[in-house]
């Protein structure tokens, strides 16, 4: 197995053609025909997620979020000097990943139901979706649903909340910047990944209920989902799927 097949695989589940132009998918460092006989899949490399890898004499690295995004005109980073003296090929599968599978993932872990496509990218994917749960449900019972469905202890609610929900609009990881639309929709709740403090603000002003799950509780479902997908083309190879979490509220 090589580099060029698994990322070839992909790009058929999840185009690349789909990630945003200010984004940094595909092959980031390594040799587009080196082999693969051990992959890890991460939503973040961290240095932790590095050392597992080095431990565990793995191959290749794929992760959602990419380490690089700006070019670099040294390096002299650890985690990328690292990933080089090891031989460790690195894929991020970030944008294209959100406006296709994840979008997916997340209706259905929401329950929501006939999906129309919102937030479109700059190259003609989409980051969100508004449905119909199948029935009418009360916040406090809908909120317990997402905890269980994305195994998540917490949720922040964000302005006036309805108490019963039929109309949901969603888009994981940091979508609630997408302030204008979320806006105009006629959605009984949006959930999302994160907002920022002053967005907050404008959808409270705006008696705009919101359900921000956290960055990475919204989106370490790629890495299971990632894992899962690879083992059934590539049962070949030995995938690991290993999230580090960084900050936890206790």
């Known amino acids: 197995m090589v580099v060029k097949e698994i990322i070839e695989f992909i790009d058929k589940i999840a185009p690349f053609k789909y990630g945003e132009s200010f984004d940094n998918n595909g092959l980031i460092i390594g040799r587009i025909n080196g082999t693969v006989s051990k992959t890890l899949v991460t939503i973040d490399v961290t240095s932790d997620v590095v050392s597992k890898a080095i431990s565990d004499n793995v ?22 000097l690292e990933l080089i003296k090891n031989d460790i090929a690195y894929i991020s599968a970030h944008t294209n990943y959100d406006n296709g599978r994840l979008r997916d993932l997340f209706s259905r872990k929401l329950l929501v139901h006939d999906v129309k496509k919102i ?36 949720v922040k609610l964000i302005g006036k909340q309805k108490k019963k929900i039929k109309t949901v609009a969603f888009g994981s990881g940091s979508t609630s910047y997408y302030i204008d639309e979320i806006l105009n929709l006629d959605c009984d709740v949006y959930i999302t990944g994160e907002v920022k403090y002053h967005d907050e603000l404008t959808y409270s002003n ?36 290993y999230n580090d979490q960084t900050s936890k509220i206790i």
């Open 59 to 80: 191959d290749l690295i794929i992760s959602h979020h990419p380490y690089i995004f700006e070019p670099v005109k040294k390096i002299t980073d650890n985690i990328i």
């Open 206 to 241: 705006n008696n705009c209920a919101v359900i921000s799950l956290g960055h990475y509780e919204s989106e370490k479902i790629f890495s299971k989902d990632l894992k899962e997908l690879l083992k059934t083309k590539f049962n070949k190879i030995e995938i690991i799927a």
């Open 119 to 154: 937030h479109e990218g700059d190259n003609g994917g989409f980051f969100g979706g508004i449905g119909q749960l199948e029935n009418e449900i009360s916040i406090n019972d809908y909120i317990k649903l997402i905890k269980e469905n994305f195994d998540i202890p917490y």
